[in-house]
């Protein structure tokens, strides 16, 4: 079955540092890669997504690239903000219909000032 | 526009009794969700509906969840009896399904369930 394993949190950087959540899935087919993610009391929201191989999606300064080769969908900012401090589900959905999401188990990140 | 509408946000009762969490999803969505987040891991999918039919039901524990989704639009999910282990954020998202193709899914607040 499919599934997606990414690195385990919490992660915690200054300001202005670079962050990167690995994640790789396994799938049979060719899946939809998504990166979600939960402030803090709020539901989850879409942050980026990528639909094919060597895909790149990108908003609010993050960007992940759709890696077959290496099954793999890393998420990267290189300076983030005190206001991305949030948990990062890294999900991928495949199926013409567009099926259920397969999560990962998300990363807590934490920015100070 | 509003978002997916869940409630209630907060839910605390004692093992052994029912409940029920509702969800109104975004006007025009045809494809309605109900995932289960457990303490510190990714959402899991419990039940998908397109339109009034569930079509995928394969993870929901029908000994003692049920839903159902009249009309195509409101959404209802029941737990009875609920059991300490049923303790999690309850999810409801929504999508407009087109063409065999899936747009953006679109989530809920969720309802937060403690059982004691």
């Known amino acids: 079955g499919n599934s997606v394993t990414q690195m385990e949190g919490p992660v915690t950087l200054s300001e202005e540092a670079f962050l990167t959540i690995n994640c790789t899935y396994t799938a049979t087919g060719y899946p939809s890669l998504f990166w979600y993610v939960q402030y803090p009391g709020e539901g989850l929201q879409l942050l980026l997504k990528a639909t094919k191989a060597d895909d790149k999606g990108s908003n609010k300064g993050f960007e992940a690239t759709y890696r077959k080769e290496t099954t793999s969908f890393h998420l990267e900012k290189g300076s983030v903000q005190v206001s991305d401090s949030a948990v990062y589900f890294c999900a991928l959905s495949e199926g013409a219909a567009g099926n259920k999401l397969t999560f990962g188990g998300g990363t807590r990140v934490l920015v100070k000032p | 526009e509003a978002g997916v509408v869940q409630s209630p946000r907060y839910k605390i009762i004692e093992k052994k009794q029912p409940v029920a969490f509702w969800c109104n999803p975004i006007?025009?969505?045809?494809?309605l969700y109900w995932y289960r987040q457990n303490l510190g891991q990714g959402p899991e999918l419990l039940i998908r509906?397109?339109?009034?039919?569930?079509?995928?039901d394969s993870q929901l524990p029908k000994d003692r969840f049920s839903a159902e989704r009249l009309k195509g639009v409101d959404s209802t999910l029941k737990i009875q009896p609920a059991e300490l282990g049923d303790s999690a954020v309850y999810l409801c998202?929504?999508?407009?399904?087109?063409?065999?193709?899936?747009?953006?899914?679109?989530f809920g607040p969720g309802t937060r369930l403690t059982v004691l």
């Open positions: 006007s025009g969505h045809n494809t």
């Open positions: 998202a929504s999508s407009l399904v087109a063409s065999g193709r899936a747009r953006e899914q679109f």
């Open positions: 509906y397109e339109n009034e039919e569930a079509v995928d």
